[in-house]
């Protein structure tokens, strides 16, 4: 059927026209004449205006055709290896797809204003465009390398626009914190493609659902859930690794409403929603699922209430509600965490864009109501008792010591290792070091 | 035609540069002059190699008749070519040349620096073309003689005896195994001894020692572990400009693909498994070292000695898609970690060091130096997009057949490395200015040659990684030369 062809066609090609943005912006960059705000803008919402048609395509495909695997062709073909470029066009995907792409044109258009004349405006606009690409790329992708390549896109663009305001200490410090944990937890994912290569010989997800159906539960299987997990657990900022989310609010407040209030955050429950038939294989992932959700639900609930900051506050909040969406991805509830995610994206994107008037809402809420939300929260807490409301304040104040923990038991030991070798190595270089003589004229 | 093109220029790219080396260094005194001369040999050399990559650029040399056979003398045999695995290698060298030659200051090409430049240029260009086992070895000792002279003035004794051990290292384990060649053919009655296709060809393999004394040589050259302390020493205290082009090349890779896997398929089977797990503990080692270091240029040189760990154990996993993978890294590795090693060069003559705590928040004044120094890290570490991304892709997969474990290790010592770069990214080039320099104010951005040798370095890899097909497609007569050593025949010991 051709004319469905076509229509897959310009569905897959949703996540290409942010790129060509992109690259457009980063050409008008080359000369030494810096190209007009307006142009940018411009270029940036005709790009997300072409993807969001792709991405409404993609939703009148699910309805005319069901779920469709599409397969374009290969990328490249080397020695027996190639790189298949396929996309998996379902409910699921659709629904994110088009919330990203409305999400970010809402983005591109907050920012024209809140961002104007601001130094970086260019820059947040390219780097806007390439996570655009890569959060369509991650949805839409039908295996886990193409979905990888989405995947690192986010991280990265996320990393960059934490640092955006990089004359500071405080961005950039919390920029490589963000990298690392990426980084680290971005090899759940590659070992989950090597695992499914050799249990399943394929990476492509609508093949791998088919034969790890037949194959049923096995180690493979259990080793390829717990890379998924652990990738998702680092993109979604859960227990224990999610002490970089508060510190990614260093960016502007439109790319932390964008990344960290709706799109990237929730990149990791779909990562589970996308693999949920590989996931169902394995008791461990699922149990793992459910008691990482739980602690940092509750974890980043009481730290919200200590935040003395609005974005963290509102971080911590949307760490403890997507911990709640992993608790239901272990159940199995895919559905409700499904409509969890995209609701929860929603009202989180909202909310981030408003916390630069935090303060203002709040006395107009305490003006109207006579209370706030905060009132309410402290009444919740006066049936505990006084001593065991202090020590879970200082607790939740302390962010119960994960980062100290994880600083002492993994960051130093590699840290130390590193010296030592690198001691060892001086410590060589040394015994063929002579001191030179020193001339009668040197001074002493 | 085809065959009068090759013919005519394979001398001449070797035989330019040394041209210009001795006019510069015995004939002219006017360093504009001197630098005039060179720059305009090195790009004539550039065009020449581009013109042999696009007429003769695929295949492998072994599988082939029509290569350039000259007269033997004394058991030296002039015989060059021009294959799928040298084609890109050569037009890589002579815009590295250039690109050394162009973004170094004037004040930093008097003396010999220029001379220098050319000399191993040459020799680099001869050592790919050489189909001779005599004229691989001279040319790649040719090679280190510009960068241990330089090293005797560094003032730096550990790196100057570190150089001396490797040069001599190198010249013991060559002429060692060129005698052990020599009386091989001799005994087997070929006219040209050390011809390494007529090795090839012969009825007889050739004796494994002279196998494991090019292996050896190989490995010191890539600088793997524990042979790897001269390189790293070299890429933190030599001279810059003169050392770059001596420091980052894929010699030693190379030299595996050439010589010891087609001519000792027996020594490679044996210890493919061992020399997989010492790659494997290189590219981890590297990464481990460069994670605790305090100066942009020794984070480089461990990045380097990764990368090189990374390239060893896809090489030696022995099976299409790995070799394919390790041959693509090595050379997207020399434009990578080469024009990091150059923009910290630029730095370090701009504020007068590389250690990271005198410096930060330099993209105030250099935008376009950080932004190619992001973009070069991203491409380093193999992010979608670039050549890494497919060569690093495919490396995996090969070696995913039989050494999944080694894969596994890679994947993290990519995401380390990843951290590592990023982390000197952000002292060099982001926060607050160190409050311990205030000598950084007029420090300037990229400029003229600069800024476009660093935007061609970006433009080829991002080019080469999005439409990979065609860099491939020069490789594959190689790999699938290759591919015969997956199952090689035994019998010999």
Not at chain 2, 77 to 83: I, R
Not at chain 2, 288 to 294: D, E, F, K, P, T
Request: aromatic residues 8%; proline residues 5%.
């Amino acid at each position: 059927m051709p004319d469905l062809d076509l229509l897959c066609l310009f569905v897959a090609l949703t996540p290409v026209w942010p790129v060509l943005g992109a690259v457009l912006i980063a050409l008008l960059m080359l000369p030494p004449a810096r190209p007009s705000e307006r142009l940018v803008a411009l270029v940036g919402r005709v790009t997300l205006v072409a993807s969001l048609l792709g991405a409404l395509a993609g939703v009148a495909l699910r309805f005319i055709s069901g779920p469709v695997d599409y397969r374009l062709g290969d990328w490249y073909h080397a020695a027996d290896e190639s790189f298949p470029l396929v996309f998996l066009f379902d409910g699921l995907s659709a629904s994110v797809s088009l919330l990203t792409a409305i999400l970010l044109l809402t983005t591109a258009n907050f920012s024209r204003h809140y961002l104007h004349r601001e130094p970086g405006f260019i820059r947040f606009v390219l780097l806007m465009l390439v996570f655009g690409a890569g959060m369509h790329l991650l949805v839409l992708a039908g295996s886990v390398e193409l979905l990888f390549i989405g995947w690192e896109f986010v991280g990265i663009t996320s990393v960059l626009l934490v640092a955006f305001f990089h004359e500071r200490a405080g961005p950039v410090q919390a920029a490589i914190r963000v990298l690392v944990t990426y980084r680290l937890c971005d090899i759940g994912l590659l070992l989950c493609g090597v695992f499914l290569h050799q249990w399943l010989h394929t990476t492509v997800w609508v093949d791998s659902f088919r034969g790890a159906a037949t194959e049923g539960p096995s180690i493979s299987a259990t080793a390829v859930a717990l890379g998924l997990v652990f990738a998702a657990m680092g993109k979604s900022a859960q227990f224990p690794v999610g002490g970089w989310l508060p510190r990614a609010m260093e960016g502007p407040t439109a790319s932390s409403a964008v990344f960290y209030g709706s799109l990237s955050v929730h990149a990791g429950v779909y990562l589970l929603l996308r693999a949920a038939p590989l996931i169902e294989h394995s008791l461990a992932a699922r149990v793992a699922l459910v008691v990482v959700g739980a602690v940092t639900a509750v974890m980043a609930a009481l730290s919200s209430q200590v935040s003395a900051d609005a974005k963290s506050a509102v971080a911590y909040a949307t760490a403890s509600q997507v911990g709640l969406m992993f608790v239901a991805c272990g159940l199995g509830f895919y559905t409700l965490a499904t409509v969890h995610l995209i609701a929860h994206a929603t009202l989180r994107y909202y909310q981030f864009l408003r916390t630069p008037s935090a303060l203002q809402d709040a006395l107009a809420r305490r003006a109207a109501l006579g209370r706030t939300e905060q009132d309410e929260a402290a009444a919740l807490w006066e049936g505990v008792g006084l001593r065991r409301r202090r020590f879970i304040y200082r607790l939740a104040l302390e962010r119960f010591a994960v980062e100290t923990a994880l600083d002492r038991w993994i960051t130093r030991p590699i840290m130390g290792l590193s010296r030592w070798l690198d001691g060892l190595e001086h410590r060589f270089l040394a015994l063929h070091d002579r001191p030179v003589p020193a001339r009668p004229s040197d001074p002493p | 035609m085809k065959h009068t093109i090759v013919a005519v220029i394979l001398p001449l790219l070797w035989l330019l540069p040394l041209l210009a080396a001795a006019v510069v260094q015995g004939l002219l005194r006017d360093h504009r002059q001197q630098r005039a001369l060179a720059i305009a040999t090195s790009s004539v050399v550039f065009g020449l190699a581009v013109v042999l990559l696009v007429v003769n650029g695929s295949g492998h040399a072994f599988a082939r008749d029509d290569v350039e056979a000259g007269p033997v003398f004394l058991s030296l045999h002039y015989h060059m070519a021009v294959d799928g695995l040298n084609a890109v290698l050569l037009p890589m060298t002579a815009a590295f040349a250039l690109a050394s030659l162009l973004c170094a200051p004037r004040s930093d090409l008097r003396g010999d620096t220029t001379a220098r430049i050319l000399v191993v240029e040459a020799a680099l260009l001869g050592s790919f073309l050489s189909m001779d086992a005599a004229l691989l070895s001279l040319f790649w000792i040719a090679s280190m003689l510009p960068l241990w002279q330089d090293t005797r003035r560094s003032g730096s004794r550990p790196l100057h005896v570190l150089m001396t051990m490797s040069l001599v290292a190198t010249v013991v384990a060559l002429l060692g195994a060129i005698a052990l060649l020599a009386n091989h053919g001799i005994s087997l009655g070929l006219r040209a001894p050390l011809d390494l296709i007529a090795i090839s060809r012969a009825d007889v393999p050739p004796p494994a020692l002279a196998g494991w004394l090019f292996l050896f040589a190989g490995l010191l050259r890539m600088g793997i572990l524990p042979l790897h302390l001269w390189l790293t020493a070299a890429a933190a205290r030599a001279p810059g400009y003169s050392a770059i082009l001596a420091l980052f090349t894929p010699l030693g890779s190379f030299a595996l693909a050439r010589v010891v896997i087609p001519l000792f398929p027996h020594v490679c089977e044996q210890f493919s498994s061992p020399l997989v797990i010492l790659g494997t503990a290189t590219a981890l080692y590297g990464a481990l070292l460069a994670v605790g270091q305090h100066d942009l240029r020794r984070v480089l040189g461990y990045f380097w000695v990764s990368q090189m760990g990374l390239v060893l154990a896809a090489l030696a996993a022995l099976n299409a898609p790995s070799v394919a993978g390790a041959l693509m890294q090595a050379m997207s590795s020399v434009v990578e970690v080469g024009g990091l090693m150059l923009i910290a060069l630029e730095v370090e003559a701009r504020a007068g060091t590389t250690d990271m705590r005198l410096l930060g928040g330099l993209v105030r004044h250099a935008p376009r130096m950080a932004t190619g120094f992001f973009l070069l890290s991203a491409a380093a570490v193999g992010f979608p997009g670039t050549i890494s991304f497919v060569a690093e892709d495919l490396a995996i997969q090969g070696l995913l057949r039989q050494h999944p474990v080694a894969a596994g290790v890679l994947l993290i010592v990519t995401a380390i490395n990843g951290i590592v770069l990023f982390k000197a990214g952000k002292r060099v080039f982001l926060g607050p200015p160190s409050p311990h320099t205030t000598a950084l104010r007029s420090f300037e951005d990229l400029h003229g040659w600069e800024y476009l040798a660093s935007v061609a370095m970006m433009g080829t890899l991002l080019v080469g990684g999005f439409v990979p097909e065609p860099l491939l497609a020069v490789r594959s007569g190689v790999v699938d030369a290759l591919k015969r050593i997956e199952l090689p025949t035994t019998g010999e010991p």
